[in-house]
């Protein structure tokens, strides 16, 4: 493929070239364990301690409330699984129905293990009511778990006032903030959120890191049990080279938090724009809520969305959908079905979500080529404005909650 | 991402035959904007030799169900009705060179609208037709009939609930259909086990089979002033004969696949042929 126009950042990024640089001789050079006795293995701790400061620097935090993770995968069940060891005695989680799969599948599994689990809804912007929340804790309740930013539709959620009610009401507060860190400008100085994770690679370090957020004096219970590193709140071998890079991208990341909220949001507004100038029946998800500055959610309406992707994907733009066939599931996304998107839209989604190495370039090709492809899909599709739509009645008698 | 063969993506790339005919001999349109996937499909038919002249589609959904529906017209232009009717969702699965488990629910859509499309033209024609008495809609969520069900299980030898959802979509929505599918499969493959054909004596199987065309297949001929005769059984058919109305009736051989095989090979399990002399 000669052009690779890359606007899926919310999936994973491409790792900096200062990143790569910085990781290399902690492969083959500086390779040593950082719990050693030796000059050798020593040497590599203050790597590590600087790692670790430059990550607390991005959000606002002390260098000892960061535990290195593998992923925010790991991150999320370690903070989950903590709340649950800590009150045995609790059976309540609170969580939202638009929450990435690391912490919605669990919530899940949860339920199959005795645990009660209130996933607070979302109206048609995607926005939640605190109220809500509120109104669901009860003494029974282990911990709530929000997240930041949506991944779909970016949605920002109000996690801060949250941690305040959860703090008045005396339960645990964690957020899924893998998609907001890096993004917009976070300070754990300012709130009071008990625990949050993040994954490295969407804030361009390689997949394979990310970190968990832990308050000075909540409590926790490990993960992963073994030897003592990170305080022993996460036992196994330093992942030193990853650390490393991890600690460089949020130091770029810090420097980079202007742009993101200026030249990225520039280049995601003109995306928008254009597309709505352009192409007839179309819907910007959540555009009247508080967002991030890369994502946008599309949704045509009368077409499908893997046809949109795969069509997009023959020009080198790759992008990804919320919608039901491309993710092995037959519904639509369970965030669009939380938001109640209309049908003639629901299964027409693309998200398009952009990074600091996109060029208004790249915005342009799209815009040229998108209108063409959405044109020839309508073309196919025996739906439209003024057709009827076939097979509805049998399909209004339950619910599909679009 | 789904591991596509290339004679799809083609399909993708370059559907064959996308349109509508003005004032089409037949309709089929299956599926809706809701479910994810739906299909209108028209067609030009030869009055005196019901060969389908002309097959255009117009299909909303993914990649696999557009190649599909692309797929589908290819296959039936040129053909009679009654041939292109014995067109499985398998074979337009086969033509592209298949498809992923979980997009096969976009071949039985090809094959879904056919049949609406068959259908509508015998309507049409004012031929009155036999239809299946299991049209009772089991999953809620995607419109999909026990009848559909029942086909994807015979046809692609299903054994579990997540193959059904696989093939047909159903159970694969809010998910409250799948203990009904699940006794719907228990049902299927306990009723073939009692008469496996492979293991009947002659005298055993001419019993079943009188006893079937009785009890199931020719009150329901009757009502069309027809039925049928059991001329002849043999290790691996039976042989069969239309008498009264159905003998001269230009939509027995649809009848005789539908009502009549279908019956019995819902009936007894085994590999065997029921041939109409």
Redesign the interface.
Known sequence: MEKVVYLDNNATTQVAEEVKIEMDKFFSKLYGNPSSMHFFGGQVQKYIDEAREKVAKLIGAEPSEIIFTSCGTESNSTAIYSAIRLFPHKKHIITTSVEHPAIFNLCKYLETQGYRVTYIGVDENGMLDISEIEKAISSDTAIVSVMWANNEIGVIYPVEEIADVCKKKGVLFHTDAVQAVGKIPINMSLNKIDMLSVSGHKLHAPKGIGFLYLRKGTPFVPFLIGGHQERGRRAGTENVPYIVGLGKACELAYKNIELENTYVRKLRDMLEEGIISKIDYVRINSKNALRLPNTTSVSFGYVEGESILLMLSEKGICASTGSACSSGSLEPSHVLMAMKVPMIYAHGTVRFSLSIYNTEDDINYLLEVLPTIIKRLREISPFGEGKPIFGIDSCNNHSHNH | MWSYTEKM?EY??N?KN?G?IENPDAVG????????????LTLKIDPETHVIIDAKF??????S??ASSSALTEMIIGKTIEEASKITNQDIANFLGGLPE??MHCSVMGMEALEAAIENYYTKKGIKRIVGEKDR?VC????VTEKSILKAIELNNLKSVNDV?HFT?AG???GKCRGDIEKIIKDFWSGKEKFDFSKMTNVEKIKIVEKILNEDINPRLKEDGGFIELIDVSEDSIKLKFLGACSTCPASSSTFSSVVEKTLKDKIFGKFKVELM
Request: proline share 3%; hydrophobic share 35%.
């Open positions: 993506m993708f790339r559907p996308v509508e349109e299956v599926g809706s904007i809701v479910c994810g996937d739906a299909l209108k117009k299909t909303f959904g993914c990649a169900a557009i979980q997009k809609i809620k969520c995607f419109n959802t979509k694969g929505g809010c």
